[in-house]
């Protein structure tokens, strides 16, 4: 029985070595663990959960869904729209530079690939993490559905190892938070599969106060 190629690459384009910064990013959580909002391996789970459930599987998830059949189908203007909406649903400074950054970062690492359409993601200003990563999901015949679960696995396994460095936690309760809260990303996909554009919509005041707190963080480890 053969390897399907597509795993493959859907592993490298998951995985935490993946050169473009996401180990430098927190998302609020740094500054939770200051306002001791995060204190312990239970406190971490629900943050996580929360984050996860009401953010990513309400936002990313279908909007990444979406930018997959537009780069499928060479829609580019709809590909532009998708990310700009992404951008401008991110509620904070830091939130939409990590996204900037990071959309950047993995066109230049597309590009050096042999993905020719990511090259004109460089240096646009409206590049996500989402549309990039759509991108390489359709360039390399990666299925949908696989797709949205490794970018929601990629965004738990960076967050845990965060909660690991910051609170600190052992490694055996990073590999609990994982294991637990990864077995709810195959619903979170199903679901995310059958939103409506209306349905779209992340709701989650702590991570977007803790983001704007941490803008201004005296002593940080993390961009955000």
């Known amino acids: 029985m053969g390897i399907d190629p597509a795993l493959l690459r859907l ?3 998951a995985s935490p070595s993946l050169p473009v910064g996401m ?6 959580m740094e500054q939770a663990v200051e306002n001791a909002w995060i204190s312990d391996e239970a406190q971490a789970q629900a943050w996580l959960d929360g984050v996860l459930r009401h953010g990513l599987a309400r936002l990313d998830a279908p909007v990444l869904s979406r ?6 189908n060479g829609d580019d203007d709809t590909v532009e729209h998708w ?3 992404l951008m401008a649903m991110r509620e904070t400074s830091e939130l939409r530079a990590e996204d900037r950054q990071t959309g950047q970062a993995l066109a230049r690492l597309l590009d050096g690939l042999g993905v020719a359409r990511a090259q004109a993601w460089i240096r646009h200003r409206q590049a996500t993490f989402a549309t990039l990563f759509a991108l390489a999901a ?3 015949q990666i299925p949908k559905a696989q797709a949205l679960s490794g ?5 738990l396994e960076n967050q845990v190892l965060c909660a690991v460095k910051l609170l600190p936690l052992g490694q055996l309760a990073g590999q609990r938070l994982l294991h637990g809260l990864s077995l709810q990303i195959p619903a979170l996909v199903e679901c ?3 939103f409506s554009e209306e349905e779209i919509g992340a709701s989650s005041f702590a991570l977007s106060l803790a ?3 941490h803008e201004r963080q005296y002593s940080r480890l993390f961009r955000s």
Not at 23 to 28: D, I, M
Not at 151 to 155: C, Q, R, V
């Open 11 to 13: 592993l490298q384009l």
């Open 23 to 28: 180990y430098s990013y927190s998302q609020g």
């Open 67 to 72: 930018l997959y059949e537009a780069w499928a």
């Open 83 to 85: 990310s700009m909406a």
């Open 138 to 140: 359709v360039e390399w």
């Open 151 to 155: 970018y929601l696995w990629s965004w």
């Open 192 to 194: 995310a599969l059958d």
């Open 211 to 213: 983001s704007s707190r």
